[in-house]
């Protein structure tokens, strides 16, 4: 059963939402587009086996040539609208999917992480039966050494990574001898994301309170600035 997701702006700026399908599954019907303030975009017909990724580009301009080129401050794909399976740089908060993912293909799987990181504020998704959100501004107190500033931009920042981003440490990232539940295991760092943003995950194995189910054929809201 397709599903239909619909993209909400309620930030000041212009928003531009990226999509990256994962491996193996249908794809969605774009990779990425532009949401003014205040905008509303729909995609209808996304496949019912759909699984990827959504996150937010944000502080973006365009140039002339070549066609197509965006270069964002935070969550670039590469210096285009589509991003045609690239992902997003670090720090980018992300929109996971897995939809018809249960057993029986009875339930949607979905959740906001923060493993990448955090780019903007707040960010929130879900189907009408349950939604979740990252309600706090995490740039706004990120620690110096996770935080990301945009050039020429009066060091205001942009974007706060994760210690995995920014360290690429094993006891991080949950890789290596860290790479089970039971060794690895929350770090100051991301107990700092996990106090902001409850609901979202804050490290790999973040998954009691941070993976959320919808049942199979739901409609999907994404919103910037919920």
């Known amino acids: 059963m397709a599903a239909t997701f619909t993209f909400i702006n309620k930030c000041r700026e212009p928003i ?11 794809g969605f019907p774009t990779t990425g587009f ?10 209808r017909g996304v496949p019912g086996t759909w699984a990827g990724r959504i996150w ?38 992300l929109a996971e999917f897995t939809l018809g993912g249960g057993a029986g293909g009875g339930k949607d799987f979905f959740d906001i992480s923060n493993v990448d990181g955090f780019n903007i ?3 929130g998704a879900g189907c009408r039966a349950r939604a979740v959100t990252c309600a706090a501004d995490i740039n ?19 974007g ?36 902001k943003c409850p609901q979202a995950y804050s490290y790999a194995f973040d998954d009691g309170s941070s993976t959320f189910t919808c049942a199979a054929g739901a409609d999907y809201d994404v919103v910037f600035c919920p």
């Open 121 to 123: 504020v707040p960010h």
């Open 56 to 93: 937010p580009r944000h502080r973006c301009s365009t140039g002339a040539s070549p066609a197509g080129a965006l270069s964002c401050a935070s969550g670039d794909c590469g210096g285009r609208l589509e991003c045609n399976g690239a992902g997003g740089q670090v720090p980018s908060t």
């Open 34 to 43: 532009q949401l003014k303030p205040g905008g509303r975009a729909q995609y």
């Open 160 to 195: 706060c990574k994760s210690a995995c981003a920014a360290f690429n440490a094993d006891e991080y990232c949950c890789r290596g001898r860290y790479g089970s539940p039971g060794e690895c295991k929350p770090s100051r760092y991301s107990l700092y994301f996990k106090r």
């Open 140 to 158: 706004a107190a990120c620690p110096r050494e996770l935080a990301v500033t945009a050039a020429g931009g009066g060091g205001r920042t942009v």
């Open 16 to 26: 531009y939402p990226g999509v990256q399908t994962n491996p193996g599954k249908p």
